[in-house]
């Protein structure tokens, strides 16, 4: 079946360093989705990406949709305490989400 | 509170007792999911409701789990003769047709 994978599994930084999380898939990904998952909690919807090429920001956020529509990435700009969590992408396809791994930022003290 | 309701949020049983959780989704939405996660795993689909059919079911929900949307409006998931592996948060999950999913609290369901 279909499989998104998602690097790195970890990615510990300084505070007000960059972040980068990547999906990618040997299929053609129909509409890619990205959640973050506070530790204890669940799943929080921030953007969906659905044409070739997409680029959306939310602030400090960008995120992108490959052209081949086989990769997706998120970036963080100026890490900050409150971006702490795991960050997920997801194929929405046929009524359902394929996940990838997670990708957990963790800041280092 | 207009978001996706789940109830109980903790339920700890017996290996062999039945569970049922319970999913309030957001009223304007017809469409609802159950997942399933385990620790340091993304979410696993399990179902997909629109209205109150009942239009897709992953092979990872058994003979014993059972999910029914009556009326298109709350949604309930069973769990028949538990056991270990079960043991799980449960995320249930509505969308409207244009997507992007409002993830309830969930249920975190420990079996012993």
Known sequence: GQQVMQIPQYQHV??????????????TLSNIQWYKQRPGGHPVFLIQLVKSGEV????????????????????????????VGTYFCADDSNYQLIWGAGT???IKP | DTGVSQDPRHKITKRGQNVTFRCDPISEHNRLYWYRQTLGQGPEFLTYFQNEAQ???SRLLSDRFSAERPKGSFSTLEIQRTEQGDSAMYLCA??????????GSGTRLTVV
Do not use: V
Request: aromatic fraction near 10%.
């Open chain 1, 14 to 27: 300084q505070e007000g360093e960059d972040f980068t999380t990547y999906c990618n898939s040997s299929t």
């Open chain 2, 55 to 57: 239009l897709e079911k």
């Open chain 1, 104 to 106: 957990k930022l963790i």
């Open chain 2, 94 to 103: 509505s969308s409207p047709a244009e997507g992007g999913y409002t993830f």
């Open chain 1, 56 to 83: 959306k920001k939310q602030k400090r956020l960008t995120f992108q949709f490959g052209e081949a529509k086989k990769n997706s990435s998120l970036h963080i700009t100026a890490t900050q305490t409150t971006d």
